[in-house]
T-cell receptor
Framework: KQEVTQIPAALSVPEGENLVLNCSFTDSAIYNLQWFRQDPGKGLTSLLLIQSSQREQTSGRLNASLDKSSGRSTLYIAASQPGDSATYLCAVSGNSGGSNYKLTFGKGTLLTVNP | DAGVTQSPTHLIKTRGQHVTLRCSPISGHKSVSWYQQVLGQGPQFIFQYYEKEERGRGNFPDRFSARQFPNYSSELNVNALLLGDSALYLC????????????????FGSGTRLTVV
């Protein structure tokens, strides 16, 4: 059974700081990994998708890496801004549990960027 | 293009009642999945539908059911509501088919907030 863990559970940083969020998963047989952002009480916004054959993806100030063999991914946020404050969720898709392509999520990291 | 549309946005029901949640995927997407997110947790997989057939089911009781229509929209039904069913219900849309989903991932709607009292 796939399990996803995100560390830390919460993070508070001053504006302008670079930061790293961590995600680990137990079953390396994944199809892809997605990072999502969730604002309070809202739906999920996809930030980056890394296919299993890729090592990293970049979008603006965001960079996500994937090490499938060790079951780890990191989300790097450069020059953080107060508007980056949200919960960041990591999710992997695969055939775990007998359902093709279902997403298994971590519990998320609550990020607060202080002005 | 419209994104994933879910209705209603908020809903209050009484224990024992029935509820129907609706989702319209992105135009051209053929796969819809449903997730339940309780406060402080990550979303949990409920169902996946592709081409109107159930392709996966999570660890939820039979009170939960769903279907997908010919236009690829979907309904999630929950019978005999319990207090523990209070959650944000999320719908996810993907192009459908293994290769497309592998390459493009999922797009989520804004969710339906269900409160059971």
């Amino acid at each position: 059974k796939q399990e996803v863990t995100q560390i830390p559970a919460a993070l508070s940083v001053p504006e302008g700081e670079n930061l790293v969020l961590n995600c680990s998963f137990t079953d390396s047989a994944i199809y892809n990994l997605q990072w999502f952002r969730q604002d309070p009480g809202k739906g999920l916004t996809s930030l980056l998708l890394i296919q299993s054959s890729q090592r990293e993806q970049t979008s603006g100030r965001l960079n996500a890496s994937l090490d499938k063999s060790s079951g780890r991914s990191t989300l790097y946020i450069a020059a953080s801004q107060p508007g980056d404050s949200a919960t960041y969720l990591c999710a992997v898709s695969g055939n775990s549990g007998g359902s093709n392509y279902k997403l298994t999520f971590g519990k998320g990291t609550l990020l607060t960027v202080n002005p | 293009d419209a994104g994933v549309t879910q209705s209603p946005t908020h809903l209050i029901k009484t224990r024992g009642q029935h509820v129907t949640l609706r989702c319209s995927p992105i135009s051209g997407h053929k796969s819809v999945s449903w997730y339940q997110q309780v406060l402080g947790q990550g979303p949990q997989f409920i169902f996946q539908y592709y081409e109107k057939e159930e392709r996966g089911r999570g660890n939820f009781p039979d009170r939960f059911s769903a279907r997908q229509f010919p236009n690829y929209s979907s309904e999630l039904n929950v019978n005999a509501l319990l207090l523990g069913d209070s959650a944000l219900y999320l719908c996810a849309s993907s192009p459908g088919g293994p290769t497309l989903t592998r390459n493009y991932g999922y797009t989520f709607g804004s969710g339906t907030r269900l409160t059971v009292v």
